[in-house]
């Protein structure tokens, strides 16, 4: 039984040689199979799954099966091909891969009540293995955040797998709770940290912001103010507009009035002239 040693994410072709043959005979039984349970793969060019498996017949005496997307599952596992009664094994293991991870912040500024992503690298790989372990932890103690994409509190935390060799994980409803802390990433059997250190920044940040609510509030307090000063001098104007209207008919009237006065007088004396004239006359007659 010889050994291959293969890297997951690639693809592997197993040759099988019929010795004491020139060329394979498509009425003899072939069959691929792998693992203690002996799992049969192909038969006949049959395969058991087509986006994973293909046979091929080759010119001479060979045969081959290729294994796409190649992952932990499909390593460190004993493979059998089978013509007639005759049959070879192979024992395919997996590489030493040269990985390391790289843990960093992608959130410039940390806001109390906002989000932080921090994204990790596994250096030496294409792309992400769904079938490889990855953990989110963080803290002294070690708590695990995610396993898998699986999530302890889904309102709070929120991973990704990127495309590429990265993947991430998002922190909702940032508190001081989840800064000045270490966060773990872990790939397979590698690990990268990152501390988290709550920066002047921060703090700036936090007070700027209620400056600023402050500073809206006396502008909101001033304007109110404003708008009443702005609507007593309207009303003020009015009762303004309406007191001389007021005075300037009361003027009216005591004018009328001083004239219909004069007018009684005049009549008046008129009438006392007349009596008096009449009384002449009729004192001049008798």
């Not at 693992?35 to 986006?51: K, S």
């Not at 994980?169 to 790939?187: A, G, H, P, S």
């Amino acid at each position: 039984m010889a050994t291959d040693t293969i890297s997951s994410g690639n693809y592997v072709v197993l040759t099988c040689t019929v010795d004491g043959i020139r060329t394979i005979d498509i009425t003899t039984t072939r069959q691929w199979s792998m693992g203690e349970n002996d799992e049969l793969l192909c038969y006949n060019g049959r395969i058991n799954n087509l986006r994973k498996y293909e046979e091929e017949i080759l010119q001479g005496n060979k045969f081959s099966l290729k294994i796409f997307n190649v992952t932990e599952s499909d390593l460190n596992e004993v493979y059998q091909c089978r013509y007639g009664f005759d049959a070879a094994s192979k024992l395919v293991v997996a590489d030493e891969p040269k990985l390391s991870l790289s843990l960093r912040l992608v959130t410039n500024l940390i806001i109390f009540g906002g989000y932080i992503i921090l994204t990790c690298a596994v250096n030496g790989i294409h792309t992400v293995d769904r079938e490889v372990t990855r953990q989110w932890s963080m803290g002294n103690d070690d708590q695990l955040l995610s396993y898998n994409g699986r999530i302890n509190n889904r309102r709070k935390y929120e991973e990704t797998v990127l495309p590429g060799n990265e993947f991430s994980l998002k922190v909702f409803n940032v508190t001081e709770n989840d800064v000045n802390i270490t966060y773990r990433c872990r790939y397979g059997f590698d690990t990268a940290t990152y501390f988290i250190n709550i920066n002047e920044s921060v703090s700036l940040q936090k007070s700027v912001k209620s400056y600023h609510s402050l500073n809206m509030l006396n502008i909101s307090s001033n304007s109110i103010a404003g708008q009443k000063e702005e609507r007593n001098f309207k009303v003020n104007h009015v009762n303004d507009a309406i007191s001389s209207e007021h005075d300037k008919e009361t003027k009216n009237k005591n004018h009328i009035d001083n004239i219909m006065e004069r007018e009684n007088l005049c009549t008046s004396s008129e009438g006392e002239g007349i009596s008096k004239t009449k009384n002449s006359q009729t004192e001049v007659k008798v």
